[in-house]
């Protein structure tokens, strides 16, 4: 079994600043990637900003230039830091990972429990 874990996420004004944590526990053989979706009130899910082992990142247009992923491989941990929130950006953030639990076990993705974020003055 695999557990995603997240912490942070809130209420912000305009214009300020969120970090977010995410840390994955449990069987895990190797882990693929890490990262955020988020889902907004009658919106569908969509990629925020993934990291894969090797370092790689990728962003959604709507948050280059302001949220910045990282991660900690050692502790199996991903990292979001959101910088100049906007009202748009209200949204259930999800932690993601790619994890492979065993060698002889295909990569699968999991999901955390989501974390509410609130933009608004």
């Known amino acids: 079994q695999v557990q995603l874990v997240e912490s942070g996420g809130g209420l912000v004004q305009p214009g300020g600043s969120l970090r977010f944590s995410c840390a994955a526990s449990?069987?895990?053989?190797?882990?693929?990637?890490m990262g955020w979706y988020r889902q907004a009130p009658g919106k569908q899910r969509e990629l925020v900003a993934t990291?894969?082992?090797?370092?790689?990142?990728n962003y959604a247009d709507s948050v280059l230039g302001r949220f910045t992923i990282s991660r900690d491989s050692a502790k199996s941990t991903v990292y979001l830091q959101m910088n100049s929130l906007k009202p748009e950006d209200t949204a259930v953030y999800y932690c993601w990972a790619a994890i492979i639990t065993s060698k002889a076990e295909p990569i699968r993705t999991y999901w955390g429990q989501g974390t509410q974020v609130t933009v608004s003055s």
């Open positions: 990291i894969t082992s090797g370092g790689s990142t």
């Open positions: 449990g069987t895990i053989f190797s882990i693929y990637g």
